[in-house]
């Protein structure tokens, strides 16, 4: 079965970090652009982070540029987003997704084959 699963989600106080995995089953990450999407409440999803397959460019919306880092294990065919300085508003949703059209700059479109269930990430003290 094709699919990418999310884990690490949960509460955390503002300043704190968490890291988000994503699991692919069924195909090779390594082949593929990946990408983290979020949506909070009442907003659109937007694309936070990708990292192309071919050089390895990675691309941050100037929201979370800075404190998120996106990696990928291709021997554990897993990706990743490393949270920190985390903010109230980075209370969303997050997906992670494979396979996507990356657009100049590298931000992801939401064109992508495969996408995870989602994890919900909230950020309160």
């Known amino acids: 079965q094709l699919q990418v699963v999310e884990s690490g989600g949960g509460l955390v106080q503002p300043g704190g970090s968490l890291r988000l995995s994503c699991a692919a089953s069924g195909f090779t990450l390594a082949y593929y652009p990946i990408a983290w999407f979020r949506q909070a409440p009442g907003k659109e999803r937007e694309g936070v982070s990708s990292?192309?397959?071919?050089?390895?460019?990675?691309y941050y919306s100037d929201s979370v540029k800075g404190r998120f880092t996106i990696s990928r294990a291709n021997a554990k065919n897993t990706m990743y987003l490393q949270m920190n300085s985390l903010k109230p508003e980075d209370t969303a949703v997050y997906y992670c997704a494979a396979n996507c059209y990356l657009r100049a700059l590298g931000a992801p479109s939401q064109h992508c084959g495969y996408w995870g269930q989602g994890t919900q990430v909230t950020v309160s003290s």
């Open positions: 990292i192309s397959n071919s050089d390895g460019t990675t």
